[in-house]
C-alpha cells in the first residue's frame, strides 16, 4: 500500500473545485504527516544531494537544463529535503529551498547535519514568496507547489519577479496526458478512462468530507499560458523518456506505462531582458 492509498482505503476520493486556501491546507497538513514515510519510501532514488527531475530518473547533471550554476543565486520552489538544491550547492551555486511543510524542511535540515552542510531553508507558500524583486538568477521546481495549487498563474508571475533578467525558470511535474489515465502501474493504467480537457481537481477526503489531499490538473496548453501570461519565454518542453534499466514502480510510474506513454513534462523558461538570455 503506498502513501495515499492507506488514507484513501478509510476515507475517500472525488472530484470537485478547491480553492487556494483548501488546497494549502490539505497540502501543508498531507505533507508534515507523510513526510517521514515519503523520504523513507523514496529516499534511496532521490539520494541525499541528488537533483532528477522526475521518477525517470533523469539527472540535471545531465540534463543541464539551468545551464551553468555555479556562482549562481537559485531558488528551488517545493523543495522537499531539498536534495535537488544539496546537489547544485556541491556545484557551487548558492540555493535557498522553500516547501509549505516545515517536516520536510526538518528532514532538510536531518540531511544537512549528516553531512557538514547547510542549505538556506524557508517555509512558505509559493503563490506569496517572501523576497524581494529580481534576486535569484535561476528557479526551478521538481513536482513540487504546482501540482497542490490552483493558482498556477500567480506562481508563474511570483517566479518571474523574483527572478532577475535573464533568469531561467524550470519546472517538472506531471505530464498532462496522464490524468486522462488511472493512476495504476500495470496494463489498467494503459486504458484511457477520464477527459483529458477535465480540469477538476483530485481530491483525497477524510470521513467528514474535507480535503487532505489535493492535486491540480491543467492541460497542456493551459501550462504554456500559465507561463507566457506571467512574461516567460518558453524555450523547450522536455519529455524524458523511461529509461530500459530502470525497473523501479512509483506510484502510478512504471516501465509498463513509462515506456509508452510521458509521465513527466519539464518546462525550460526565461525571462528576458539581458543580453545573451538563451
Not at 14 to 19: C, F, L, P, Q, T
Not at 78 to 105: H, K, N, W
Not at 164 to 169: F, L, Q, V, Y
Not at 222 to 233: P, T
Amino acid at each position: 500500500m503506498n502513501e495515499h492509498e492507506a488514507a484513501v482505503f478509510s476515507a475517500g476520493v472525488a472530484r470537485r473545485d478547491v480553492g487556494a486556501a483548501e488546497s494549502a491546507r490539505a497540502g501543508r497538513s498531507w505533507w508534515d504527516a507523510n513526510a517521514d514515510e515519503y523520504q523513507a519510501d523514496h529516499g534511496d532514488f532521490l539520494g541525499d544531494a541528488r537533483f532528477v527531475w522526475g521518477p525517470e530518473g533523469l539527472d540535471e547533471q545531465d540534463a543541464g537544463l539551468l545551464g551553468d550554476v555555479a556562482g549562481r543565486t537559485v531558488l528551488e520552489i517545493g523543495a522537499g529535503a531539498a536534495q535537488c538544491s544539496r546537489s547544485l550547492l556541491a556545484r557551487g551555486a548558492s540555493p535557498v529551498a522553500l516547501d509549505l511543510s516545515y517536516r520536510q524542511l526538518q528532514h532538510s535540515r536531518r540531511i544537512d547535519l549528516g553531512h557538514a552542510v547547510a542549505v538556506p531553508a524557508v517555509q512558505a507558500d509559493a503563490g506569496a514568496l517572501p523576497f524581494g524583486d529580481s534576486v535569484f538568477d535561476l528557479a526551478f521546481s521538481a513536482y513540487g507547489a504546482l501540482p497542490f495549487s490552483p493558482a498556477g498563474a500567480g506562481i508563474m508571475r511570483e517566479v518571474y519577479r523574483v527572478l532577475k533578467p535573464g533568469g531561467r525558470w524550470v519546472f517538472s511535474l506531471t505530464h498532462p496526458i496522464r490524468w486522462a489515465f488511472p493512476d495504476d502501474p500495470g496494463p489498467r493504467g494503459l486504458t484511457v478512462r477520464s477527459s483529458y480537457f477535465d480540469t477538476t481537481p483530485y481530491v483525497e477526503t477524510d470521513d467528514e468530507g474535507q480535503a487532505t489531499y489535493v492535486e491540480h490538473h491543467r492541460t497542456l496548453g493551459m501550462r504554456v499560458r500559465e507561463v507566457a501570461g506571467a512574461g516567460f519565454r518558453l524555450v523547450d518542453i522536455v519529455e524524458p523518456e523511461w529509461p530500459e534499466e530502470l525497473t523501479q514502480v512509483w506510484g502510478g510510474w512504471s516501465p509498463t506505462r513509462g515506456r509508452l506513454i510521458p509521465g513527466t513534462a519539464i518546462f525550460v523558461c526565461v525571462k528576458d531582458g539581458a543580453p545573451g538570455a538563451a
